[in-house]
Nanobody, 117 residues
Framework: QVQLVESGGGLVQAGGSLRLSCAAS????????MGWFRQAPGKEREFVTA????????SYADSVKGRFTISRDNAKRTVYLQMNSLKPEDTAVYFC??????????WGQGTQVTVSS
């Protein structure tokens, strides 16, 4: 069982920045893919970004490209999401995810991000 604990959410004005963190309990953290998803009220959970185990390859949803950056520190077993130029439509609960090549096996409890206009 892997526990994921997100932090860093909050309220920010449009155009502002936030940095989310997700700490994992897995000692094998460096072997797994990490990702961020989000869910806005009344909408389905959607993919935001992911990073492979070495950190050398990342992918992003079109809606966040150029504004969000995912990174990881394997020594700290932590993945980060730097969010810049935030928009009201980025308002959602953000979840980090831990998984292998084809599945997301574990999820965090989520952290609320609210962007005011």
């Amino acid at each position: 069982q892997v526990q994921l604990v997100e932090s860093g959410g909050g309220l920010v004005q449009a155009g502002g920045s936030l940095r989310l963190s997700c700490a994992a309990s897995a000692r094998t953290f460096s072997r797994y893919r990490m990702g961020w998803f989000r869910q806005a009220p009344g909408k389905e959970r959607e993919f935001v970004t992911a990073i492979i185990r070495s950190g050398g390859m990342t992918s992003y949803a079109d809606s966040v490209k150029g504004r969000f950056t995912i990174s990881r520190d394997n020594a700290k077993r932590t993945v980060y999401l730097q969010m810049n130029s935030l928009k009201p439509e980025d308002t959602a609960v953000y979840f980090c995810a831990f998984g292998g090549l084809s599945n997301w096996d574990y999820w965090g409890q989520g952290t609320q991000v609210t962007v005011s206009s």
